[in-house]
């Protein structure tokens, strides 16, 4: 079944080079939501667009920018990967409105109101007070709206997050994390953003990061599946995708400037410790790209139907951008 | 016959508001390559485009952004004015073969590699000695051509211009500059340029600014046509158009800024002088852009046919955008 599939992934951060486009391909993934900056400003920002230009032009017979919801339809019909850009962080607009379309018009889609902290927008998961959506936040989701720019509250904190689903006049989605109930990481969401999430029409991407699975690293492919199962019956069939976060062959140095970016002389562990610094170690279900296939056994073996399969594979995905991604006068 | 003309505008740097959207407007203009930069960097750049993308949500009903030739046609059904981005120097770009095919995606399609002086790129026309393109010149020509954005070497000194010539291999543009024949102004061009440009397939846009022309103010409408007419015996019919290089409404501090940018302490004056260091007279013939009707009627009285008439408002530029904005792989 899975060669069929229209399959997407709502989030990677890997260390891109060919051998990892051809895994994406092996694992039949028509698109791949990928993370280009975290903290990175705006000048940092366009250097970072370059270098993705250099990937575009040098492998052109595997990948292809994703510039609308039609490119994803015209990778699968090529049988390429689709690269969609997604920023983690709101760090490059800086402090900047009119950066926000700037962004968008060279196909950045998707941008994270926070990523842990409190940013200019609004509060990470990881701050003890969340006071919400800031000025500039609502102005921001705003002009987001306007532009076709999709709101990911991934990494913030839960009043923030239940405000952008409230503020946003379009759906916005949660592309990388788990229920709380399933495992109580900071980074996982509460049955009632969960919920307002899927009633306003967004969207949730299961992570396969073990940071944020019951057992870590040693999560069975079948838990996670019954996960997914648990939160359909929660969320509705149609809210649900993959949002793996996969990062792979990254240095720990790229963990280093995810979690402690510029702002940290104290060395910040973010969701390992001290004792546990480094990556974790991977799922065996999951190593890297290819084993999508797995995914859908998986979901097929704790009885999903084949539509509900390719709902959750990536149909629930394309749904969502081909509503997404147009401008608003 | 004026209102029938699809009319381009090959170079305007007004200070761009309502009024003068309007004033292009009514003089029957459809496209208008506007300079955004002159000296301004990368993050200075973006500034100026995020600020012309509130004007465009402003004054929707009346201009409109150029993204690809097609929109030219759009411009002209709609009876709107298309501005298309273009720039004065190569400021732009910094040291960064990267940022060139970032500004096209921004829809900046047209940039000059120098702007009078010795740039990254090529030699400016002040100069004392123009030692051609450079190493960085040569690779910026090619990433241009690939992209789709146009060479422009109106402000470039001779060698650097006829290298230009000879290394793009896409046709090039002088935007906005007259025959050295017609008034010896370092910034207007030999016949030998001339020729090559227009054996190569660029075009010239003939500007109307007051230090470009014989007699400076008080040239009139007839000198400047028949100017225009001695020029199409030289380079042809086809490769010839309008660059008014009409700069409306412009404090002195902007003459300032193209003539000083950050790089003199002494003041240069450019093309004028200590006791004339301002903007010049306008031409009464051509005030502003409800004016171009008077180039059509002064066209047609030195003896041009209509369908010439025609090409030289603007089908030329129309056919050169058409051959000169699509990438090439």
Redesign the interface.
């Known amino acids: 079944m899975h060669n069929d599939l229209l399959v997407i992934d709502g989030l990677q951060y890997s260390n891109w080079d060919r051998e990892i486009f051809q895994q994406l391909h092996d694992g039949g993934v028509t698109m791949v939501h990928a993370t280009i900056v975290y903290h990175e400003q ?2 940092e920002t ?2 970072r ?3 993705w ?2 990937l575009f032009e040098d492998n ?1 017979d595997l990948i292809m920018p994703i510039k609308s919801a039609a490119d994803i339809h015209l990778a699968k019909q090529q049988g390429k990967v689709g690269i969609m850009f997604g920023a983690q962080n709101c760090s490059l607009i800086e402090d ?1 409105i ?2 926000i ?2 962004m968008r ?3 950045l889609m998707i941008m994270q109101l926070t990523y842990n902290n409190q940013s200019l927008l609004a509060c990470g998961c990881y701050e003890k007070i969340d006071s919400g959506v800031t000025r500039f936040g609502k102005q921001a989701i705003a002009e987001m709206n306007r532009v076709g720019m999709i709101i990911d509250m991934s990494h913030s904190g839960e009043k923030s997050t239940l405000e952008a689903i409230e503020i946003s006049s379009r759906p916005i989605v949660i592309s990388h994390a788990n229920p709380t109930s399933f495992y109580p990481a900071k980074r996982n969401k509460s049955n009632l953003v969960l919920r307002q999430l899927s009633q306003s029409g967004g969207l949730l991407g299961f992570s396969l990061y073990p940071f944020h699975l019951k057992n870590g690293p040693d999560c069975t492919l079948q838990d996670f599946c019954q996960m997914i199962a648990n939160t359909a019956d929660l969320m509705g069939i149609e809210h649900i995708g993959i949002g793996t976060d996969l990062c792979q062959n990254q240095p720990v140095s790229i963990l280093d400037w995810m979690r402690n970016g510029r702002w940290s002389k104290q060395t910040d562990y973010g969701e390992g410790n001290k004792n546990n610094a480094g990556w974790p170690r991977p799922l065996p279900w999951f190593r890297d790209s290819r084993d999508f296939p797995n995914l859908t056994r998986g979901l097929q073996e704790i009885g999903f139907h084949d539509t509900e399969v390719a709902k959750i594979m990536g149909l629930n995905w394309l749904r969502f951008f081909e509503n997404s991604l147009s401008a608003r ?1």
């Open positions: 705006i000048r366009l250097s667009i370059a270098q230009n250099r052109a900047d009119g950066m379309e700037i018009e060279l196909n006068s």
